[in-house]
């Protein structure tokens, strides 16, 4: 299986790519709208992680870019962001979940097992 992680930090990237590995995904990594969706155009990913702020860019954005294309892979969004309006708004664009660092593994892991792609 094939993982895109999206996020602007180099800690938040390096832990969730090692987790994702250990678990047997293929992951590729973007700190950018741009970087993301250049992954996206060349490869097929069986879940997107995404932060809400990347740099000065929107995670949001790049959400909304993805819908437009009709892409309909799961979404987990993991960001530093606690803001009610904010996960409104990505539950109401179709993201899976909603994770908020500093989050755990285990919260992670629970979220691909809901979302059915590992057990």
Do not use: R, W
């Amino acid at each position: 299986m094939k993982c895109l992680i999206v996020d602007d930090s180099n800690a938040t990237l390096f832990a969730t790519s090692k987790y994702m590995s250990t678990l047997g995904f293929d992951v590729s990594e973007a700190k950018s709208i741009d970087q993301g969706l250049a992954k996206v155009d060349k490869t097929p990913f069986d879940v997107h992680i995404i932060d809400v702020y990347l740099g000065t860019e929107s995670g949001v954005d790049l959400i909304k870019q993805l819908k437009a294309q009709n892409d309909s892979t799961p979404i987990i969004v993991l960001t530093g962001v606690d803001d009610d309006e904010k996960k409104k708004e990505l539950k109401a664009l179709g993201i899976s979940d909603y994770l908020q660092k500093p989050t755990t593994l285990e919260k992670l892991h629970v979220s691909l097992v809901k979302i059915g792609l590992i057990k």
